[in-house]
């Protein structure tokens, strides 16, 4: 009998993924070959310095300079894109690619946030996969999760820990008192972090995740431009330390939820009380947590970043490819996805922590509290700690239940006082 032919695989981008991709699939290219129903294989490559040590034998494989080359080589099957960035040459290679109505595999969700629904089109005209399991949450199989186990739910809400490298920094901030350079230095050493690694400190990669986890969860058109994203530039050793006096944990958390017939998403540094799932969610690992009607709390966790996880993550969009699995990008046709506006982030209502550092005068705190009291928000706690880190009072406060619009008056009449000595942080709080 004869065996099935492989599926033929053009790689391009040979980093941190794209060499762990090389790699898994020589480690387990026979259980890889059992699970898929046949061979998995790589035929041509293509990335930026050839000649770069790597720990692979790229001699093995055919070679492209311009990445786009794979997509019409006869001894491709599918292609993968792992080579990042929202447009250049990873988007001319998946147009190219779906073009050639040949199946598109990419861990690219910044290009995905931008051009997902249109890359989704195309792959729908040309009847062939579009798959991106590593683009969020790295190995977590939680596009499948969402897409598959739970497409018979409706969901009213989803939300987690979606980048890896500001996970990394906040818990080895919090666990050995490190600076966020240092940290950060690490996570690129490590290769959790972007090729701009603004991308993760800013919330813009969790943002993008998170517009793709929401049309996903929702039914609705990606929208990227709709979410309001903070990073976590602003959060200190002494917002971690207060954090903890209080009870909670720091962690950036991208969270989406259909509110009234619009779309919320954002991603924010939040508290979150030390019993909650997510506080226990530490260096690199990512988290998502999605409420389905039926099927109740899905949490799904597992390493978010690094060559390893995402690998694992690719590869088992190829061997679904393989299997010839396949269905609508987005869990639906593009054409059935909603456009939803975007809700208003001052409409939301939850306990926030406040930090301000002020100047060591008589007063101070009564003018703090006046600004809250004027606004209709009220204080839960409050600790006032000597010299802060700037030589002012540092003020840190829970509040109880408010409108973001209030909190966000309030914060803007202290702004506008003589007192304030830096710009005050608000960060909300994830109660359930
Ligand atoms: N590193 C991680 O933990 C994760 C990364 N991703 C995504 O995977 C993709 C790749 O990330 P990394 O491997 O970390 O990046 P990387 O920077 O380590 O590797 C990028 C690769 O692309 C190649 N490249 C650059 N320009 C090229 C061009 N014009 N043509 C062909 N190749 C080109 C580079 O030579 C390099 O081999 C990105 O979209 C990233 O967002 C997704 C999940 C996790
Ligand atoms: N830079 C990203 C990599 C995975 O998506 C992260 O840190 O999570
Ligand atoms: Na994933």
């Known amino acids: 009998m004869n065996s099935p032919s492989p599926l033929r695989i053009g790689l391009a981008g040979l980093g941190t993924v794209g060499a762990g991709v090389v790699r898994l699939l020589d480690t387990n290219a026979a259980l890889v070959a059992r699970r898929a129903g046949r061979r998995i294989e790589v035929s041509a490559v ?64 910044a290009m995905l946030a931008h051009h997902g629904l249109a890359l989704a089109q195309a792959a729908e005209e040309a009847a062939v996969p579009l798959k991106f399991e590593a683009a969020v949450a790295g190995g977590i199989p939680v596009i499948k999760g969402i897409r598959e186990g739970a497409a018979a739910n409706e969901l009213a809400r989803v939300y987690g820990i979606l980048n890896g490298t500001c996970n990394y920094i906040l818990t080895r901030m919090e666990h050995e008192r490190l600076g966020f350079a240092e940290v950060l230095a690490d996570a690129q050493r490590l290769g959790f972090a972007e090729a701009d690694p603004t991308f993760d400190i800013e919330g813009i990669d969790a943002a993008h995740k998170l517009a793709i986890l929401a049309s996903l969860s929702f039914g609705t058109r990606i929208d990227f431009a709709g979410v309001a994203t903070q990073g976590i530039a602003a959060v200190t050793a002494g917002d971690i330390d207060h954090a903890a006096t209080l009870g909670f944990r720091i962690r950036l958390v991208g969270s989406a939820a259909v509110d009234d017939g619009r779309l919320m998403q954002r991603v924010h540094p939040c508290l979150i009380p030390l019993g909650h799932p997510l506080a226990a969610v530490e260096g690199p690992l990512n988290a998502v947590v999605a409420e389905g ?85 009220s204080i839960e706690s409050l600790i006032q700690r000597g010299v802060g880190e700037d030589g002012g009072v540092f003020v840190a406060m829970v509040t109880h239940v408010a409108k973001g619009q209030a909190v966000a008056a309030a914060l803007k009449a202290m702004a506008a006082g003589s007192s304030l000595t830096a710009a005050p942080v608000m960060m909300p709080i994830i109660e359930r």
Do not use: H
């Open 293 to 377: 009607n039926f099927v109740g709390r899905l949490f799904f966790q597992g390493r978010g970043a690094g060559e390893g996880p995402t690998a694992s993550a690719v590869v088992a969009d190829l061997i679904d490819i393989a299997r010839g699995e396949a269905g609508p990008a987005f869990a639906m046709p593009v054409a059935a996805l909603a456009a939803m506006a975007p809700a208003d982030p001052g409409d939301s209502v939850e306990r926030c922590y406040l930090r301000v550092t002020v100047q060591d005068r008589p007063g101070v705190l009564a003018e703090l509290t006046a600004a809250l009291r004027d606004a209709g928000v």
């Open 46 to 109: 293509s990335a930026r310095d050839r000649a770069r040590a790597r720990g692979i034998d790229l001699g093995r494989f055919a070679w492209e300079d311009d990445a786009t080359a794979l997509a019409a080589r006869d001894d491709v099957d599918c292609v993968v894109e792992l080579v990042g960035g929202a447009d250049g040459p990873a988007l001319t290679l998946a147009r190219a690619t779906l073009a050639a109505r040949k199946p598109f595999v990419t861990a690219n969700k």
